[in-house]
Nanobody
Framework: QVQLVESGGGLVQAGGSLRLSCAAS????????MGWFRQAPGKEREFVAG????????YYSDSVKGRFTISGDNAKNTVYLQMNNLKPEDTAVYYC?????????????????WGQGTQVTVSS
């Protein structure tokens, strides 16, 4: 199985950028579908971005499309989420997740492994 550890969260002003990292250990992340999710206070966890095993397919929620980019570095066994033009509504705990399936899924239940989360706060 794979273990996931997120980092890179913090406090940023609206319009700013952050890059989240998800370091995988135990197995290479390329063995999995990888996804980023977020959960704001009082809300359900929601899909943000996903990347296929080959890395050629990337998928985004409508709310972040054009602003966020998911990518992976095989040598570092790390998945990234580059977040640009951040908005206050992007404030949430961000989670990295891995799924044993074949195609990128947007449902929380499709993912088998989760990191502990990293807080992102965007001030207006």
């Amino acid at each position: 199985q794979v273990q996931l550890v997120e980092s890179g969260g913090g406090l940023v002003q609206a319009g700013g950028s952050l890059r989240l990292s998800c370091a995988a250990s135990g197995r290479a992340f390329r063995n999995y579908i990888m996804g980023w999710f977020r959960q704001a206070p009082g809300k359900e966890r929601e899909f943000v971005a996903g990347i296929s095993r080959s890395g050629t397919g990337t998928y985004y929620s409508d709310s972040v499309k054009g602003r966020f980019t998911i990518s992976g570095d095989n040598a570092k066994n790390t998945v990234y989420l580059q977040m640009n033009n951040l908005k206050p509504e992007d404030t949430a705990v961000y989670y990295c997740a891995a799924a044993s399936g074949i195609v990128v899924q947007r449902q929380v239940g499709a993912y088998d492994y989760w990191g502990q989360g990293t807080q992102v706060t965007v001030s207006s």
